[in-house]
């Protein structure tokens, strides 16, 4: 219990990080309270916006009081940090078919940690923004991509299971011999086909929503930050991911944080909840769902694919439809 407390302290430190990180990252115009005073324009240190982590940004010109949002990011990623970290020593992740030599919560708990900080971030600037920067998603590749290959071993499921062998019944899953000689190969390979999924299908998706409603509606953002939960989760969670997201649009949408009058939508906030519920949820997917089953028979998978996309564009139509609904008629 003191070690989730820790995490979730360390969660809470980190949140600050990202809100200063996406603070910066963001265009200078953008008046936001924690770069510099809304009121007289006069910039804060950046070690006092770090620093300042318990209390709004107060300004000693005016001693004008900022808003608070820093505060509830630094508390969302206590939460999300500490839950994950139960979650983990209890067996959120763990698949039959993955046996890492050390505990889970050794190698994975902080290469998802780092994750959730670098969601986090973009979910911030994606929020203020609309935008997510590549200075947040391209050190994430590379940090995914990197220690994948140097540990081999912090895959969510290997890059393929064959559960088609009628001696998978007897012996447990069919695993490539290459793939058990040349784990640092494997970890390279299942970050990449992750990467090259996730940004593939969310390229793929922004395409022909532009060609379905005749103006963009999902930026580059977010295709470059599907390569990055592609290459930290791989390629069968991305799909879960990219299955997941429409649902999360409908639910949280709805509510309202869409509807403005700007001509993309903010994807990314939607995105990074799915992939943390895939996170938080792998084991009950794989096992409980028998997803495991779908995911070594290829006409299935080209189902979901094209499930995903649809439900993209069903949602994307309905936003455009909802937006272009005259304010006065939804009083
Ligand atoms: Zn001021």
Redesign the pocket.
Known sequence: MLFIILIALAGFVAGRIAAVWAASSIDPSIQIGLR???????RFPIVRQLLTILRPMK??????TEGSWPIAVSLATAAAFGWLAWLLQHGCQTVTEVRPAMELWQNRLPYYLVFVFLLTTATVTDLLDYVIPDSIVAPGMLIALAFATLTGELQLIHVWVNWDYDFVMLYGPYLPEWMKQHQHLHGFVWSLCGLLTGAGLMWAARITAHLILGMPAIGFGDVTLMAMIGAFMGWQPTLCVLAVAPLVGLLLGLGGRVVTGRSFVAFGPYLCIAAYSVLCTWRMLWEGWQLKLIFSHWPTIAGMVAGSLITFWVLLVGLRIFRAVPSKWLR
């Open positions: 510099a005073c809304t009121s007289c324009r006069q300004c000693g010109g005016c001693q004008r």
